[in-house]
């Protein structure tokens, strides 16, 4: 049994970003290379990207925050003033769209990173009768089970290794009724080739360049992200909202109630 559990965690640690059966080419599309985001030597550099970041994803229609919104108030259509948890919130924008467009939601808005945590605590979300700030890993959500009707991780899984990223679908399916997981699509190689070699001349001068490359190769296919929810419990089950094209993938992970583990179980 031992051996039996073991191996589960060496096979999703090894999993490649373009999920267990990724090609020979898919899988060398990949890196273990940090972000400026992920690394505590270069906060300059970081805070360079998070703004660069959330100022794309602030422009009206066109920008990640609105389209996010309106997934998650499609996920929560039916619920008269849902309670939400943003994870990996970053600058807020997303929370803070939401907050303006869902008249009763109530949002709790967390990151890992202090510094981001403390920014938004001392600005208008800090202070919105709707919202609470928080430092929160989204790897070890420190609620009680059900407390919100849906969590959004928006941007964020890729920075994680599959073992935190499972750990991810198990703790927010745990959290919240349904978890809301939109990131960077993962073309197929050919292509994702072909788009990387676009980029890779601006990574030595533009950081959000720099961070978008490693972004890419760090990205989870679909099949990866059944794989990471199946690991985590298989009682989770992953649907898939993502559009045709090149747009994110948008994932919805939710536990059946009918395989439902005892508490504790899982990762
Ligand atoms: C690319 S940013 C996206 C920020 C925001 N969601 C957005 O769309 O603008 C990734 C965010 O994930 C956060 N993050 C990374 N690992 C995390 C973890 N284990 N738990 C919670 N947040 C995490 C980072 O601090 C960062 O703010």
Redesign the pocket.
């Known amino acids: 049994m031992m051996l039996c559990v073991d191996s589960r965690i060496r096979d999703i640690a090894t999993m490649p970003r373009g999920g267990p059966d990724a090609s020979w080419l898919d899988r060398r599309l990949q890196t273990d290379r940090l972000e400026y ?1 992920d690394r505590d030597d270069v906060d300059d550099l970081k805070h360079k990207v ?1 703004d660069s ?2 100022r794309a ?1 602030r422009r009206r229609g066109i920008g ?1 925050h609105d389209k996010c919104v309106q997934m998650v108030l499609r996920e929560v259509a039916d619920v008269p003033a849902p309670r939400i948890l943003e ?5 807020g ?2 929370s803070r769209k939401l907050l303006e467009k869902h008249p009763t939601a109530q949002v709790t808005v967390t ?3 202090p510094a ?1 945590v403390a920014g938004m605590a001392a600005g208008d979300l800090g202070s919105h009768p709707r919202a609470t700030v928080r430092e ?4 070890e959500i420190d609620v009680p089970p059900g407390s919100y009707d849906l969590a959004v991780f ?3 899984l890729h ?2 290794p599959p073992e ?1 990223a499972a750990r991810v679908f198990a703790a927010g399916t745990r959290a919240a009724k349904k978890l809301l997981i939109v990131d960077l699509p993962r073309p197929p190689a050919p292509l994702h080739i072909v788009l990387l070699a676009a980029v890779l001349p601006l990574i030595r001068i533009s950081p959000l360049q720099h961070d978008g490359f490693i972004s890419s190769l760090r990205a989870y296919s679909p099949a990866a992200l059944r794989a990471l929810g199946r690991h985590a419990d298989p009682s989770i089950t992953v649907e898939f909202r993502s559009r045709r094209g090149l747009g994110p993938t948008v994932a919805v992970a939710s536990r059946s109630t009918r395989h439902r583990q005892p508490e504790g179980s899982g990762v």
């Open positions: 985001l998070m970041l959330d994803g990640i994870l990996g919130a970053g600058l924008g997303l990151d890992i990173e981001f929160m890993d989204a790897t928006a941007l964020s920075h994680l935190l």
